[in-house]
C-alpha cells in the first residue's frame, strides 16, 4: 500500500483548493507531511503533522493560508489552500512514517499537481 493524493487542479490567483492524502490500509504511526516541489526546485516541507499529538508545523511560506487536517476514520488527511498565489504552483506530495511488518517504513504519494495561475 501506498498514500494516494488527489485535489489538485489548475485554479486562478486567490483561489482555493483542497488536496486530500489517503493512508488506506496503512497505520500511519510518527507523522505525515505534505510537501511540494516546483519545477526546477528541490521538495520543500509545507506542513507538518504528528501522530499521536497532531502537533502542526507550516512553513512561513504557507502560514495563515493553508490548514492541514484529519479524519482518521476515513485515515485521510487534507491540505486547505487559500489565497493561492503562483508560486504555490508545484506537484504536491504527502509522505508519512507508518507502521510496517517489522519496525517503521516511509511511504511516499505519487504526487497531485496545483497550477495557480496569474
Known amino acids: 500500500s501506498e498514500l494516494v493524493e488527489s485535489g489538485g487542479d489548475l485554479v486562478q490567483l486567490g483561489g482555493s483548493l483542497r488536496l486530500s492524502c489517503g493512508a488506506a490500509g496503512l497505520t500511519v504511526s510518527i507523522y505525515v507531511n505534505w510537501l511540494r516541489q516546483a519545477p526546477g526546485n528541490g521538495r520543500e516541507l509545507v506542513v507538518g503533522?504528528?501522530?499521536?499529538?497532531?502537533?502542526?508545523a507550516y512553513a512561513d511560506s504557507v502560514k495563515g493560508r493553508f490548514t492541514v487536517s484529519r479524519d482518521n476514520a476515513k485515515k485521510t488527511v487534507y491540505l486547505e489552500m487559500n489565497s493561492l498565489k503562483p508560486e504555490d504552483t508545484a506537484v504536491y506530495y504527502c509522505?508519512?512514517?507508518?507502521?510496517?511488518?517489522?519496525?517503521?517504513?516511509?511511504?511516499w504519494g505519487q504526487g497531485t499537481l496545483v497550477t495557480v495561475s496569474s
Open positions: 509522505n508519512a512514517i507508518v507502521d510496517g511488518i517489522v519496525g517503521y517504513l516511509e511511504v
Open positions: 503533522i504528528t501522530v499521536p499529538g497532531g502537533r502542526i
